[in-house]
Each structure stands twice: as C-alpha cells, then as structure tokens.
C-alpha cells in the first residue's frame, strides 16, 4: 500500500415513522409528497457502523456491506458521494504527515466498509441507518463543516427516509418547497431524553427482503393513488400539526391515535396501488387460513386500547409485516411483552435469550426467565373467552426491545479495534 491511510468509524441509528412517508415528487432528487415525522431508535440494539478511509494508494471507489463487496455506481451512492465531496475541506494531520487540501478530495478515492446489526432491506430501515451512517462518516473524513440539517438534506438523496437518521429524538423531515430540494430536510423535534418513558418493541414477523421495495411501491402509489393525493394534500398536514403537540405535550392518547390511524392509511394507500400491495402480509406463510400475525397484534392492541381509560400502546408497521409497537412507560412494556409472548411464543427450539433481544430488562419486569414463565402466563384479561385454542410458536421470528435514543456517533479513533477496515491495507478486515 502506498502512503499513508487516514479514516473514520461512525454508528447511526435507524428511525421509524409515526407519520409516513411515502410518495415522492422527484425521483432523482428525492422529494417528498409530504411531511413526515420519526422517532430515533437506541443505537445501541440497532445501528450501522460505517468506517470510511482515505488514501493516495486507492485507485477506486469500493464499498462493502456486510462483508460483501457491493457496487457504488448507483445514482444514489454517486449522489452521496459528490456532494459531500464538493463540501470537503482542508485536512491536516502533522504527526502522521497527512495533508488533504481541499481541491484533492475530488481526486482521492476512499474505501467504505458498514456494518448493520439488524437484517438489510427487510422493513427494518436499514437504507435509513444506512445512507445516514455513510454520509456522516464521509463528512467527517472530508472535514465537511455542514450542520446535521445540511448533512440530512445529503443523506435524503440516498434514501428519503435516512434524512430523519441524522438526529436522536423525534424528527421531522420537512418536504420543502424550492426545486433544487435545498429546503428539503430534517430538523430535530426534541431530544432522546424529551419523552424517555417511552419504550418501542418491535416484532420481527419476517426478515425475509420483501417483495416490493418501498422505492418501486412508492413510485406506483403516486402514479395510481387517488388516495395518496387526498392524505399528501389534506390529511397529513394536520397531523402533522398534532403530532408536534402530542409530543411536545407527552400526550400519549393523541400520540397513539395519530400514530396508528397514520400507518393504517399509509397501508390503505398500498392498497389503493394498482396493482394493490400488501405489505402487512407475509404471502409465503404457511397458515393462509389463520389471521395473520400482523392482523393479531393489531386486533390485540386494539382491544387493550379500549378496554383501558385510555391508550396503553401505539401500534406502527412501514413497508413489510414487522410491527413497531410503543408502550406509553416500562410498566406497560410488560404488561405489552406479556401479551405478546403469550400470543406468540417461541418456537420449541428457542430459547428466550435469542427471542427478546436489546434492552432484556423489560423482561424481567414481566416476570419471564424462561419458557416454563410463558407457559404460564394466563390469557390477557381484555380477551375473556376470546382466546385461541392453540397457541403456535414460531410466528415471530424474535422481539427487540428498545427505546428512543440518540443521534450519529464518531467512534474514538484511538480505538481502532472499531474500525471495519484494517489500519494497513485499507480492506476489511
Ligand atoms: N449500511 C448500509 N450502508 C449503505 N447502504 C445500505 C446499508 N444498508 C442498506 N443499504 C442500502 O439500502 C438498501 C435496502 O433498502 P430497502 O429500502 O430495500 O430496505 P430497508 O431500508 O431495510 O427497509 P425499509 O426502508 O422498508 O424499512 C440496500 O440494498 C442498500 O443499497
Ligand atoms: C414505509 C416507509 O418506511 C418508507 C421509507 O421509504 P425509503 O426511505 O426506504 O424509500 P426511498 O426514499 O425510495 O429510499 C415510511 C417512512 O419511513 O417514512
């Protein structure tokens, strides 16, 4: 290898939307058709880990996901690439004998090596965590100066819904009106620590890539929906609106209500696609005949809602069957994971500790150690006689617990054990 090897490690997490995304103005420039807001998960039980390296000795561009060599020469990568190229500075490290002017980035290639600790392209917003991940870490190799809004305006041109990735907390991508997309970027609503009672589990029902990509899905529902017109233009608006106030105000019942009628119509509207999508179905399953797991999960929130004085859990899915499921504290996290190990138990040959991941506390406080505890746990007392007779393990593939969390994060350079790509070739390791 010739000369030196300069790089960064960055982690950024992924986000889910409480109000949707979906649809696109432009499709080069990646304009929204309307607002959106999300809210930030823990990086520390979903994150990329991006490390991104510089160095005279590097005749191209190359990038690795997941171990797996990929090509850069999608419109998307490129488009990432050459902007914040065009925002790189002066670099100098005098110890080392590094120094990077400005004009040299254009001529540099750099290698890129990300990580995602969750699966990819399976509805878990790895594109989010992703493009996020890729754009901040190249910002800091370049010595780029652009406020985490510049930088999400960047990151949107990689995947619309990693703008919202450059914060913790709840955010909101704002669609902006300007051609060029210049106004089209996120702003942080409040910080991860704004409303920390919140804890978010989400059900893996399938890790499976899904068969429509949001991008090919959302490019059909502009081009057939006449209901997306209707939500761009007057539903969503007013949510917006009051999905700001539930948040600033820790109204749970308003933030619930918003949150699960958003991603039902965010459904409806796949539905009202010709032809029609269905992201909520797994059609691969093998029980056509039972309701699917999505249908129970929402039929089990719904009826916990009302039979509580006032919402206990919001319910949210994006553009494959995993719920996301938000308790309003962790005492009805509990109460939640309860109810969902009691519908859908582990399959005969998992253990628990590979079927609640993240943050296992919560399932202490539920009281379950292991399988003999989910045997035991008596049927919801919302559900009366309404119990099913069987109850199938195997339907969820694992549940992840977590919570909002914080925003992108320089891993310490002086740790290189973090770094993805070795200090002396520039390949992964
Ligand atoms: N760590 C990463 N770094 C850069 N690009 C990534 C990374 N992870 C995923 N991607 C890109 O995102 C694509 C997957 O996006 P896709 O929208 O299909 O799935 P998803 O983001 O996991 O699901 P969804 O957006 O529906 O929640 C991958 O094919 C890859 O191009
Ligand atoms: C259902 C969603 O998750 C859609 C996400 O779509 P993507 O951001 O993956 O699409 P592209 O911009 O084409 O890359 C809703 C959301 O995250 O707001």
């Given at each position: 290898m010739a000369g030196w090897i300069h790089m960064v490690t960055a982690r950024t997490p992924t986000n889910i939307a409480v109000i949707k995304y979906w649809g696109k103005r432009d499709e080069s420039l990646i304009l929204p058709v309307n607002d959106s807001i999300s809210v930030t998960l823990d990086p520390e039980h979903l994150c990329t880990t991006t490390t991104v390296a510089v160095s005279p000795g590097f005749d191209q561009d190359r990038m690795w996901l997941n171990g797996k060599e990929i090509s850069l020469s999608g419109g998307r990568y490129q488009n990432c690439l050459r902007e914040i190229r065009a925002r790189a500075e002066d670099f100098e490290d005098n110890e080392r004998g590094i120094k990077i002017a400005k004009q040299d980035w254009q001529k540099l290639r750099v290698h890129i090596a990300s990580y995602n600790n969750f699966p990819t392209a399976?509805?878990?917003a790895s594109s989010a965590a992703g493009f996020a991940c890729l754009v901040f870490a190249l910002a800091k190799l370049m010595n780029a100066k652009e406020d985490p809004s510049q930088l999400s305006a960047i990151a949107r041109q990689g995947?619309?819904?990693?703008?919202?990735?450059?914060?913790?907390g709840f955010v909101k991508w704002i669609m902006g009106k300007e051609e060029n997309g210049s106004d089209s970027l996120a702003v942080q609503l409040?910080?991860?620590?704004?409303?920390?009672d919140l804890v978010i589990i989400i059900a893996v029902v399938s890790s499976r890539q899904k068969e429509t990509s949001s991008t090919t899905g959302m490019r059909d529902t502009v081009e057939t929906s006449m209901l997306l017109q209707h939500r761009a233009k007057e539903v969503v608006p007013k949510r917006i609106v009051k999905m700001e106030e539930a948040i600033q105000n820790h109204d749970f019942s308003s933030f619930a209500q918003l949150t699960c009628s958003d991603s039902n119509q965010f459904h409806a509207v796949c539905l009202d696609t010709c032809p029609p999508i269905f992201?909520?179905?797994?059609?691969?399953?093998?029980?056509?005949?039972?309701?699917?797991p999505c249908c129970r999960i929402i039929s089990c929130i719904e009826k916990w809602n009302r039979s509580e004085?006032?919402?206990q859990v919001a319910y949210t899915f994006d553009a494959g069957p995993n719920a996301v499921l938000i308790a309003r504290n962790r005492k009805t996290a509990a109460l939640l994971l309860q109810r969902m190990l009691y519908f859908f138990p582990p399959s005969a040959d998992t253990d628990m500790s590979s079927y609640v991941l993240g943050d296992k506390s919560i399932l202490k406080d539920a009281g379950i150690q292991g399988v003999n505890d989910v045997e035991a746990l008596p049927p919801p007392p919302e559900m009366k006689d309404k119990v099913p007779a069987q109850r199938n393990g195997g339907e969820v593939s694992y549940f992840i617990c977590t919570r909002p969390g914080r925003g992108p994060l320089l891993l310490s350079e002086a740790d290189g054990s973090l770094a993805l790509l070795d200090h002396s070739t520039g390949l992964p390791k």
């Open positions: 399976a509805g878990l995947s619309g819904s990693a703008c919202r990735s450059l914060y913790g409040v910080d991860e620590n704004h409303w920390d992201y909520m179905n797994d059609t691969s399953h093998r029980q056509i005949i039972l309701l699917h004085e006032s919402p």
